[in-house]
């Protein structure tokens, strides 16, 4: 078949231009996050990494993440040594900058190859559709916004994610598939909030006879759990023989952090903490008691402990029982019919249900859905119609992280076009359905996405104009319920698609 116009790689040279552009761009305090685990991990045995608190930026990623640190120390000290002393806290001299944002670049190489995978491995067909879920990915807003100017190592990680899911595409690579996840955790542990998806997957069709559930293949689980022991056993055994791991785990799960990020992240809790604010004000008129000390809980902008002045307060495990019940709903159907899609999907829906009953959860985050939804947004029209709210709650939700004036015109410009562009080529590219789609609420999508405008350029620029530095939760405030509704309303739609396809 005929290369398709423009290629991945075609994109991947142009986008690179235009990042390199961004490299004197703002950067979020994640920047110099990156730069002291570059010199915790050069300057310090490895068994010092998880101990060391010169900064307040300390390790907390899996230890994978550390050694892929430390294999960057290796170059950075050939360009600028300075970077690399832990005492040389917010440095970030022009070597600095130019080298961390370079390392971003080329190490997203791992996506475009994650990437380039996905399409070889479509079949003819769906050849073009595959090519542009592949670019619109290469090319998202989010990874865009958050690792080339907020800065994180994103791009390198969902390209390991992506790999992953492609090789569960055919049988012979299941194997590889589960080792592969298993080495993503120990990079990022936020993506054991996908693991209940692989758990069922790989049990379903490698573990468990295609012909009975009842008949295991002993060589088929022998294989998979040495090969994952071996994994984890490379990345914390050597810290478990220090006797280590309980330090470890409190650097990667600091339960003691709050319901809600500084920033609300787009989901139920977001939507929750509206619903308290806005009983604020009735409250007094239907008798309803207020906490006085809650009221600026969720308003003041700050990472700590999160109190509702009216509605009851929520606890961790009220979120634990929330997600582990809504990832075991979809994974009902993974277990009677493990194909690819349903992994996907499945996967999807894990994202979405740690996204939107999730502890702290980032903002950030949202990439969990986005990304792994972006491979089967194109299935059919009615996929798309639950992806449409996604796309543009998701990114719209990420602006408040870049809120410097200079970075205006890039986040926006750059969004709507990106918006604009892909919803536009994936409505003619997705296939009509073989059940019927709901008329409301695809007219509702379109009046929801057409709030978008209005409301950035409010939360943007007009707030600052009304009301000067006075009401500053406002802005945030409105745009998280907003992206937060269109999260909840693409998950909604899309829980009914999967069920019923």
């Not at 986008?15 to 761009?25: D, H, I, Q, R």
């Not at 865009?144 to 990680?157: E, K």
């Not at 502890?359 to 639950?386: G, M, N, Q, T």
């Not at 003619?428 to 999508?445: E, G, I, K």
């Amino acid at each position: 078949m005929s290369e398709t116009y423009p290629t991945l790689a075609q994109c991947a040279i142009v986008a690179t231009a235009f990042k390199v552009l961004l490299f004197p761009s703002y950067k979020s305090t994640d920047f110099e996050v990156h730069r002291n685990w570059l010199a915790i991990t050069n300057s310090l045995s490895p068994w010092e990494w998880y101990y060391e608190k010169t900064s307040e930026w300390t390790l907390d990623y899996p230890p994978f993440f550390a050694y892929f640190e430390w294999l960057l120390s290796q170059v950075a000290r050939l360009v600028d040594p300075a970077m690399l002393r832990i005492n040389n806290l917010e440095y970030d001299s022009w070597q600095t900058v130019y080298f961390q944002r370079t390392t971003v670049i080329v190490t997203e190489l791992v996506l475009v190859y994650a990437l380039r995978r996905f399409v070889d491995s479509s079949h003819t067909i769906y050849k073009r559709a595959a090519q542009a879920a592949a670019i619109s990915i290469f090319l998202s807003p989010g990874l865009l916004l958050i690792d080339h100017i907020h800065f994180q190592y994103n791009g390198v990680m969902y390209g390991v994610l992506l790999l992953s899911l492609i090789l569960a595409r055919q049988r012979s690579t299941l194997l590889t598939s589960g080792l592969v996840f298993a080495a993503l955790l120990c990079m990022k542990h936020i993506y054991l909030y996908l693991a209940p998806a692989y758990f069922v997957f790989l049990l379903r069709t490698y573990c468990l006879s295609p012909r009975s559930i009842f008949r295991i293949q002993l060589a088929n689980c022998m294989k998979l759990g040495v090969g994952i022991l071996a994994i984890f056993a490379a990345a914390f055994g050597p810290f478990a023989l220090k006797g280590q791991i309980p330090q470890i785990l409190s650097r990667l799960f600091p339960f003691a952090r709050g319901l809600c990020h500084a920033y609300w992240a787009p989901n139920v809790w977001a939507l929750y903490s509206f619903a308290d604010r806005a009983l604020i004000l009735v409250a007094p008129r239907l008798g309803l008691p207020v906490k006085a000390e809650a009221v600026n809980s969720v308003t003041r902008g700050l990472v700590g402990d999160t109190a509702f002045a009216v509605l009851p307060d929520i606890t961790p495990r009220l979120c634990f029982a929330l997600t582990l019940l809504f990832q075991g709903i979809p994974l009902f159907k993974l277990f009677t019919r493990p194909n690819w899609d349903a992994f996907v999907g499945a996967v999807t829906l894990c994202g979405y249900a740690s996204f939107l009953f999730g502890w702290h959860v980032h903002e950030k985050a949202i990439l969990l859905v986005l990304i792994p939804f972006s491979l089967i947004a194109l299935k059919d029209r009615r996929h798309l119609s639950a992806f449409r709210p996604l796309a543009v709650s998701g990114h719209v939700s990420l602006f408040p992280l870049l809120f410097t004036p200079a970075e205006f015109p890039t986040k926006t410009v750059y969004t709507i076009f990106w918006l604009v562009l892909f919803l536009m080529v994936f409505d003619r590219l997705a296939p009509a359905s073989q059940r019927p789609r709901f008329f409301l609420f695809d007219r509702l999508t379109i009046i929801y996405i057409a709030v978008s405008i209005p409301l950035i350029l409010y939360c943007s620029l007009l707030h600052r104009v009304i009301f000067g530095g006075r009401y500053e939760f406002l802005p945030l405030m409105f745009m998280s319920a907003y992206s937060a509704l269109g999260v909840v309303v693409s998950w909604v739609g899309f829980m009914f698609v999967y069920f019923t396809s």
